[in-house]
């Protein structure tokens, strides 16, 4: 039993709000949200090893299966309150939602996303701000040694912007996609006070008073310190716009900049908060 908690995910790009989501929701005594969670990992190795190609696979019934899926997460989320809304986040959920609706058939997935070039812009930002580390976002010297080369790794379709990207487009044109909202970050850092009504409204909960969106709070330096990228998970208490450059060349700006299939929902189902489509942005939101 999950003891009256609703589970939802959040999920997305990199540096596309997904702490700032997060930040602002947690502002709800009855919410719980924070950054990646290490229930996605849990859960790919536990189905990996009761499913097929384990030895154990043929010996677990189907229902065994998501009993024992659905019990991750509640025995990870069994020390929040009852009647919490535990918000789970992880760049694979994307990809998981078959799984997820079977597991719990009123969650919903809140995907954030970015223009993916200013993605590449502000994951590059953070590399040259740490520049004697060797980031864990890269194996080897090669794969580091330019802006070209670390962009292009990092679009690789199973590396950190490929993979959520893929994950992304997978959802959205996916059966499952009417339980997908994706929230552009621009529009959620500029307007937070007409963006959040909507994902109230999305996940079928009352609007909560008491949010603040001067006053937000999140930082994880820890986690950010082993990974070499000082900065990834810090939210200030105040959004701000900074207008700017890309630090980016031209010609890979440019390679990045046409990718944002979510403008165009025609062939989906999903929901989509998005600001209108500009040809080239030039600022980040802080």
Not at 124 to 148: G, I, K, M, Q, S
């Amino acid at each position: 039993m999950n003891n009256g908690q609703q589970f939802h995910f959040i999920s997305g790009l990199p540096r596309s709000g997904s702490t700032l989501l997060s930040a602002i929701l947690r502002q709800n005594p009855r919410f719980r949200a924070g950054m990646t969670s290490p229930v996605g990992a849990l859960f790919n190795g536990l189905l990996e090893q009761v499913s097929a190609g384990s030895e154990f696979g043929p010996v677990i019934r189907q229902a065994q299966r998501r009993r024992l899926l659905r019990g991750l997460f509640e025995s990870f989320y069994a020390d929040q309150s009852a009647n919490s809304v535990i918000f789970d986040t992880n760049r694979l959920w994307s990809a998981r939602l078959p799984a997820l609706l079977d597991l719990f058939p009123q969650s919903k997935v809140i995907a954030c996303v970015r223009n993916v070039a200013w993605v590449m812009d502000s994951l590059e930002r953070l590399y040259r701000a740490n520049p004697f580390e060797n980031t864990r976002l890269f194996n080897d010297t090669v794969e580091r040694n330019t802006v070209y080369s670390r962009v292009d790794t990092l679009g690789q379709r199973n590396r950190l912007v490929g993979f959520s990207w893929t994950a992304i487009k997978e959802a959205f044109y996916s059966e499952q996609a009417a339980s997908l909202l994706l929230v552009d970050y621009d529009l959620l850092a500029q307007a937070p006070e007409k963006v959040l009504p909507l994902v109230y409204q999305f996940i079928g909960e009352a609007w909560f008073d008491g949010h603040d969106f001067s006053q937000l709070e999140f930082d994880a330096p820890e986690f950010d310190s082993a990974l070499g990228l000082s900065g990834l998970h810090k939210v200030r208490p105040r959004v701000a716009l900074e207008p700017r450059r890309t630090i980016l060349p031209p010609d890979l700006f440019a390679q990045y900049q046409d990718m944002s299939f979510w403008h165009d929902v025609a062939n989906s189902t999903a929901s989509v908060i998005t600001a209108k489509r500009t040809p080239s942005p030039s600022q980040e939101i802080l």
